[in-house]
């Protein structure tokens, strides 16, 4: 397991998020829809002002709540910088307003990819042009014999957009996050089934299985659906452990592998402030 740097309470106050800018709501028929939408951006402030350096949700603060096994400072936990929602543009509805049936996010998507944690080194493969991925990219992720199909289901679901970051860990530890807006929620949810109906595996994991396990503080995150499977034995040098968020009309991906298996408590961190910037 990663061992990471203790830091110092006087430090850990030096290195407090500051909170979150709340973008100023659409004038909306204020149902109850609308309300959660607003109670789920305050929520959202108050989460990621609170936190220690580094992560939101108790995964790094010095008092960690009810997440198991996070009970020292030296756990394995990563140093990601402070988190802030993007602002929406002007008169942009938030994506699960009722005037939105779309479910569109229509901040920079871009700027909801979480960003890599200290001491990380980034992949410039990833970084595309201007921040965006092509569609070959994205799809070179999968193994070959499933590539046709999931392509197919982009081009039919109108992939607008794709975004991706990654990065190595001193301990040779891989993340990659691919964010995907596609035409409408309903097409994100598509791709997503495509991937399991069809079989699609990615490169160095060919037997995967969903961990219906994988719940706790934080996984749980309004209005999204969090799906994560893991590599099964024997897997070789590496393991690989993915898991897919959907929230409107954005499906994320998040891949982590490891020389020897990938570590519970990073992999759990860097999936809940990713579906967390999602929700």
Do not use: C
């Not at 929406?88 to 996010?105: I, K, Q, T, V, W």
């Not at 200290?118 to 590539?147: F, I, M, N, P, V």
């Not at 289901?153 to 190595?168: D, H, I, M, N, Y």
């Amino acid at each position: 397991m990663t061992q990471v740097t203790q830091v110092p309470e006087q430090a850990d106050a030096a290195l407090q998020p500051q909170p979150l800018t709340v973008p100023a709501p659409v004038p909306v028929k204020r149902d109850r829809r609308v309300l959660r939408a607003v109670l789920r951006w305050t929520a959202a402030v108050v989460v990621f002002g609170a936190v220690g350096a580094g992560a939101a949700y108790g995964v790094t603060q010095q008092t960690r709540g009810d997440l198991p096994g996070l009970a020292t400072q030296e756990d394995g936990r990563w140093e990601y910088p402070a988190l802030a929602l993007p602002p929406l543009p002007s008169g942009a509805p938030a994506a699960f307003a009722d005037s939105n049936a779309r479910e569109e996010h229509f901040a920079d998507l871009r700027q909801l990819v979480l960003p890599a944690p200290k001491g990380a080194t980034e992949d410039k493969a990833l970084a595309g042009q201007d921040g965006w991925l092509s569609t070959s990219a994205y799809l070179a992720a999968y193994a070959e014999d499933g590539r046709s199909d999931l392509g197919l289901s982009a081009k039919e679901g109108g992939l607008r957009q794709v975004t991706a970051r990654g990065w190595t860990m001193p301990d040779g530890t891989r993340t990659r996050v691919y964010l995907l807006r596609f035409d409408t929620a309903a097409f994100a949810r598509e791709h997503e089934n495509a991937v399991s109906d069809n079989g699609a595996t990615l490169v160095d994991a060919a037997d995967v299985e969903e961990n219906y396990e994988w719940t706790g503080e934080g996984t749980e995150v309004p209005f999204t659906s969090l799906h994560v499977y893991d590599e099964q034995k024997p897997y070789g040098k590496e393991q690989v452990r993915e898991a897919y968020i959907q929230s409107g009309d954005v499906l994320a991906l998040v891949v982590q592998s490891g020389r020897g298996g990938v570590a519970e408590i990073p992999f759990r961190q860097t999936v809940v402030l990713q579906n967390q910037l999602l929700g």
